[in-house]
């Protein structure tokens, strides 16, 4: 880096692996068969990088992965998607994060994570010349680490909002996320997008769980646009300038996994060629429709070519409320 990039996602960094559905968890000292397991890039950056990639976008990612199989794996993945890895540091100290999904039919994925080389990402390794040689800042996984913490995305964000770069916000929420709403109304005021989903505002705001009001309060904490997705009841979005409800598209889901992260790539890269809000819901939902129908956090996403059609020839439901 710098290198001119539409995008540049900074943040977490995970190798995934991910079994396909079981019928229930086992017993303790029991075994449970899945007709498969398998290893994919995962993570909020990476994933996001993967995926606007895959639509053909100049995109590259900030964050750490360990010496090892799997940081050495991921890092090839990556580059093998035509993601640029030159803020892509190999850490001597600590193991690549690494995730097990675990998929139970009929079920919410269950996670057994390691944050390894993750924790040793702070943002810090950003310039202002690496900021200002793109056009979209992504942050993903706030509130997971402890040192990316909210005065080390404000440094960010500050940068990027003096090179007109636009911001954007993803959070995960950690085991213990008591801290996490002070740390988000921190950031807040400098995040141009903000991309919770419901279950993890219900969170962050103590127990209010209507979409709406959630999309209020964020706006009111600083947020110049809020999208939060709803699963199954599509997405909410609040701006300055519009209020939409979006609907889903039915497919049949085989893992979840991505799908939020799938979203926000469709919805960055309507914001990338210009298009409304709207059209940007509706290919945010499009790319996270495609995301669910294989195992992986990005293995079934569209392409540009894949995505243009689906959305021509599937309409969704995009209304003011």
Not at 61 to 87: H, I, M, Q, T, Y
Not at 303 to 318: A, D, K, W, Y
């Amino acid at each position: 880096m710098p290198v001119s990039l539409e995008c540049l996602c900074a943040g977490i960094i995970v190798a995934d692996s991910v079994c396909q559905p079981i019928a229930r968890i086992p017993a303790p000292g029991s075994l449970a068969r899945t007709d498969r397991i398998e290893f994919t890039i995962g993570g909020c950056a990476s994933n996001v990088a993967v995926d606007m990639a895959r639509l053909g976008l100049r995109v590259g990612v900030s964050g750490r992965v360990g010496e090892d199989v799997f940081g050495r794996e991921v890092r090839d993945r990556l580059l093998a998607a035509e993601v640029d890895c030159s803020g892509l540091v190999m850490s001597q100290t600590a193991p690549t994060s690494s995730t097990f999904v675990l998929n139970v039919t009929g079920e919410d994925r269950r996670f057994i994570h390691c944050v390894g080389a993750n924790a040793e990402y702070d943002g810090s390794q950003l310039t202002q010349e690496d900021i200002a040689a793109v056009k979209v800042l992504y942050v993903g996984g706030f509130g997971l680490l402890e040192g990316l913490s909210p005065k080390k995305v404000i440094r960010m964000f500050r940068m990027a909002r003096e090179a007109k770069v636009t911001t954007v916000l993803d959070v995960v929420m950690p085991e213990s996320g008591d801290h996490l709403l002070g740390w988000i109304r921190e950031v807040l005021p400098w995040t141009d997008y903000f991309f919770p989903n419901n279950d993890e505002s219900t969170q962050l705001l103590n127990g209010i769980s209507d979409v709406v009001t959630q999309t209020q309060r964020f706006r009111e904490f600083g947020a110049g646009t809020v999208a939060i997705t709803c699963g199954s009841r599509g997405a909410v979005l609040n701006s300055s300038t519009q209020r939409l409800k979006s609907g889903v598209y039915p497919v049949e889901p085989v893992d979840a996994t991505g799908t939020g992260d799938a979203f926000v790539a469709g919805f960055i890269s309507g914001l990338l060629s210009g298009v409304g809000l709207g059209k940007c819901l509706e290919l945010g939902t499009a790319m996270g429709a495609s995301c669910v129908r294989c195992m992986g956090a990005t293995t079934g996403v569209f392409n540009s070519h894949e995505l243009q059609q689906f959305v021509s020839t599937h309409p969704l439901s995009v209304e003011s409320w």
